[in-house]
């Protein structure tokens, strides 16, 4: 048992490996989900699986929506701006 | 027949137990509320991301010196990360490159969740005593 509490700690004390690469922005994903989650829990005045999952969906396609949008104004800049 | 008034005192008190409650388990304020399907949504989701950011980064992302505003954010998780935070400072666990700003990012933004939860239950249950006093009190107060 202690043995196991022992591993359980030790992947907490060492990070993960994770490259500076365009695959790395993936990692907004869980983040903004979790955001859409628990902001949608706050502001519902009725919890409900149905609505609740669409408003979640909705918040969540809006966040990564703006995101890719900005990143695209962003590239479309540099592009210009380097050429 | 009367409905249940309470004074304000009391009233202050079961808003600071709301809110104290709220940040020592995140969730527990809106438990406390007896709005479980929201307190259980917000625990599971909080502790997840809070979980996945020490996973990523490792237990050293909680640096209450070197990276002290991260650490107020991520200490709105909980009083538990003070703690930890004092166990960390004193271990000289690896922190490095990307997984440590996404660990970082991961525990300050289920922080400040759990901040805007513990402001939304507080304010809920000061709703709840406008509900139970009809809007008497509110210009009583």
């Given amino acids: 048992m202690s043995l196991m509490i022992n591993y359980v700690i030790a992947t907490f004390t060492s990070p993960e490996n994770i490259g500076t690469n365009p695959q790395s922005l993936f990692w907004l994903l869980p983040l903004a989900a979790a955001i859409s989650i628990g902001y949608k829990a706050t502001k519902l005045s009725e919890i409900k699986a149905g609505s609740f999952f669409k408003d979640v969906v909705g918040l969540f396609g809006s966040i990564v929506g703006f995101m890719a949008i900005t990143a695209l104004v962003l590239y479309a800049i540099t592009w210009l701006a380097t050429k | 027949m009367a409905k249940p008034r309470l004074s304000k005192n009391n009233h202050t008190l079961i808003l600071l137990i709301v809110g104290l409650l709220g940040w020592l388990i995140p969730g527990a304020g809106y438990f406390f509320l007896n709005e479980k399907k929201r307190a259980i949504i917000i625990f599971v989701t909080l502790l997840l991301i809070f979980g996945a950011g020490l996973y990523i980064g490792s237990i050293g992302v909680i ?54 939860c513990i402001i939304k239950s507080v304010y809920l249950a000061h709703l709840y005593r406008i509900e139970t006093d009809g809007g008497q009190n509110v210009a009583d107060d």
């Fill in chain 2, 63 to 116: 640096d209450p010196y070197g990276s002290w505003p991260w650490y107020i954010a991520q200490v709105m998780f909980s009083p538990l990360v003070m703690i930890l935070g004092h166990y960390v400072s004193a271990g000289g666990f690896p922190v490095y490159g990307k997984p440590a700003e996404i660990g970082q990012i991961y525990t300050g933004i289920a922080g400040l969740l759990n901040l805007l």
